[in-house]
Every structure is written in structure tokens, then in C-alpha cells.
């Protein structure tokens, strides 16, 4: 475990979110080896599916750590919280991208635990959160645009995967028309996920469903690609991407509507004191790139080359989508599916990246 896993510890299992935990150990059994769970936590960082992190004890004293993930109680939408899914585009992608963790298994019988899950080996490793880590010390701002480097080269490498070569990844494609899916998409889900406050969003999506641009290609993409989904090695002076984690949203897709979802997380230093209240990954770091930034710094590895008034179409849509995403768990939380305070600010989440759709738009 790395230090800062253990200065971000997974910690007591909330009493919703508990599952039979011999259950499980009746399950690993046969897939590990191991007849005994010694111990479950529950990881705080997810807002979407649960994570907990699973020890079985091993007879040298040492333990083997799993990550269990399974969906949330309450609502959801259709098709969301897919395990199974999840599951298998990592165990696909596994022989032709280095960066995924092994699978163990998947479950898709609830009566196990209550809901279906999945099982894979945990990566040790640091995972960056709010901030970087206080064990990395002060760091150069060289070696924090090392780190936006690396993590470019990932993701352009993910975009690069040839899925037509792994039949598994070749069936999550729909074919032309991703954006305009994505669009109608996203703007069903908020639509059902409808709360009291929830504010009018029809110009907004009127700019969106009038600007949208034709797919630039069909690749895999993640959808929620950001720093605090990445498990780094190698400490503050050369740091690595060894794995990425969360695969929900993963599909076939366009690749700069992924970029677009990483813009939506990218709080920079400059950014109103609002933004910079739910950043979750320390991209306001003296030495990281700038949204502009990592633009130029994708399209010059890629040769792709939007439009002004194109970019402007994926970073309101990369925050449209975020704003549902936030949506769907305030749902959720209004309506008693779920007593995490964790969520309770997430309607002014909502109604801060309704605003700031409309100062992007404005600022064209």
C-alpha cells in the first residue's frame, strides 16, 4: 500500500452499503484460494457504483487485496451501473493495453450479495485526490507537467487501441452518430432524474443539440478519464500511470467527447472560488497544464483538429454531462436512496455548471 493510500484510507463500511461478508468468502474461495475474508473497508472517492477494498490473509501474514465494486441502492438509470460490463472491458482490453487491473471474477446472481459485483486485484500504488500528496513533499512544477505528460501518453494510447482486433471491444460500437447519441443520451437522464431545483436547462441543450458536431472517429474511450481514476508509481520525480480504474462509462466512441469529460474535471488555478470547491484532483497544482494546454497537447499527438467553435461544443457537453451525472445521485439523496452526506451539495453542483455552461457560451 502506498503512502498515500494510507493517508486516504477506505474506511468503516457504511451500515446501506454492508453485504454478507462470508458470502463472499464462500465466493472468492474457489477463484483465490483463500477460504477467509479478514477484513472489508469501503473507499470514500466513488460517487457513482460502491468500492470496497476486500483483505483475505494469506499464510505468510501478508494479505491479498481485492477491490470489490458493485452499484448503489435506489433508482438508477437504465443501463447504468452495469458490472458485468464494466468487468468485461477490462478483461478485453487486458492483452492489448497495460493499464488495467486484473480481473478476478464477476457475479451477476444478486442473491449472493444483494446485488450484482465484481472482483479484481487491487493496484498498489498513489492515487491523487484533492491535492498531490503531503508524502511527495514540495514538488518541482517540472516534474508536475511530467505527470500531465504521462498522463496524456495514456490516454492517447487508450484512444489508439485497436478494437476492431479484440471482438469484445469491436461489439460496444454503435457506429456513426455517437455525439448525437450522446446528446439525446444524457439529455433523457436528466430529464428523468428531475428534482424541485432543478433549473431550466432548455438553452443550454438548445445551443448543444444545434452544434454538434459529426464524430472524428471510433475508438475506445473511457468517459471519465481524470487523475483521481489513475494509480501512479514511481514517486513525484517520475511518475507513472500504472493502472486506470473505473470503466462504467467506457465504450466505443468519439475520442475528443472524451476529452471533453476530462475538461469538465479540470479545475485549474484560475478558476472562480465555486469551481474550485469541488475539485477532486489537484489540477490547480503549480506546474499542471491548463485546459488550453492539454487541448493543444492532445491534438498535436493526434493530428486531430477541431474546430474553435467545435472545442467549445465538447468542453459545455463534457459539463452538461458531469451536471447529470451530479444530478442522478441528488436524486437519489432527495428521495432517501441514500443518507451519504457526502452528497447533500450536490443541487448547488447542479445549479453552479448550469451557470457555467451559459458563461462559456456567453464568452464565445
Known amino acids: 500500500m502506498s503512502q498515500d493510500q494510507q493517508e486516504n484510507p477506505a474506511g468503516r463500511v457504511r451500515d446501506e452499503d454492508a453485504f454478507d461478508v462470508d458470502a463472499l468468502a ?3 474461495a474457489p477463484r483465490t484460494g483463500i477460504a477467509e475474508v479478514s477484513e472489508v473497508r469501503q473507499f470514500r472517492g466513488g460517487a457513482s457504483n460502491l468500492t470496497y477494498l476486500v483483505r483475505q490473509p494469506r499464510p505468510d501474514g501478508s494479505t491479498y487485496d481485492l477491490v470489490l465494486r458493485r452499484p448503489p441502492s435506489g433508482r438508477k438509470a437504465a443501463g447504468a451501473h452495469d458490472m458485468g460490463r464494466e468487468h468485461d472491458i477490462q478483461a478485453a482490453l487486458a492483452p492489448v493495453f497495460d493499464h488495467v487491473a486484473r480481473m478476478v471474477g464477476h457475479e451477476g446472481d444478486e442473491s449472493v450479495l444483494g446485488s450484482e459485483f465484481y472482483v479484481m486485484e487491487q493496484v498498489p500504488g498513489t492515487i491523487l485526490r484533492q491535492d498531490l500528496p503531503a508524502s511527495w513533499g514540495k514538488v518541482d512544477p517540472a516534474s508536475v507537467g511530467l505527470l500531465c505528460e504521462r498522463a496524456l501518453d495514456v490516454l492517447v494510447e487508450l484512444h489508439s487501441v485497436d478494437v476492431a482486433q479484440v471482438p469484445a471491444l469491436a461489439a460496444l460500437g454503435r457506429g456513426e452518430g ?9 439529455t433523457s437522464r436528466l430529464e428523468g432524474s428531475r428534482t424541485d431545483d432543478t433549473g431550466d436547462w432548455s438553452d443550454v441543450l438548445g445551443w448543444v443539440a444545434e452544434h ?8 475506445l474511450i473511457h468517459n471519465d478519464y481524470r487523475f483521481d481514476n489513475l494509480v501512479l508509481d514511481g514517486g513525484p ?5 500504472v493502472a486506470v480504474l473505473d470503466w462504467e462509462l467506457a465504450t466505443v466512441g468519439d475520442p475528443l467527447m472524451d476529452l471533453g469529460s476530462t475538461l469538465a474535471y479540470w479545475v485549474q488555478a484560475d478558476d472562480d472560488e465555486m469551481f474550485q470547491l469541488f475539485r477532486r484532483q489537484p489540477t490547480n497544482a503549480q506546474g ?10 492532445y491534438c498535436e499527438r493526434t493530428g486531430r483538429t477541431p474546430s474553435a467553435d467545435d472545442l467549445a461544443f465538447y ?3 463534457g459539463l452538461f454531462r458531469l451536471a447529470v451525472i451530479a444530478q442522478q445521485i441528488w436524486y437519489r439523496y432527495v428521495h432517501g436512496q441514500t443518507t ?8 448547488q453542483v447542479v445549479a453552479y455548471l448550469e451557470q457555467r ?8
Open 315 to 317: 468542453e459545455v457537453f
Open 178 to 186: 455517437y455525439v448525437e447519441r450522446q446528446v439525446r443520451g444524457w
Open 26 to 28: 464462500a465466493w472468492l
Open 340 to 347: 451519504n452526506e457526502a452528497y447533500a451539495p450536490l443541487g
Open 288 to 297: 499542471m497544464w491548463t485546459r488550453e494546454e492539454l487541448v493543444q497537447r
Open 237 to 241: 520525480d517520475d511518475p507513472r500511470v
Open 357 to 364: 455552461c451559459r458563461r462559456l457560451l456567453a464568452g464565445r
Open 212 to 219: 454538434q458536431p459529426a464524430d472524428v472517429a471510433q475508438v
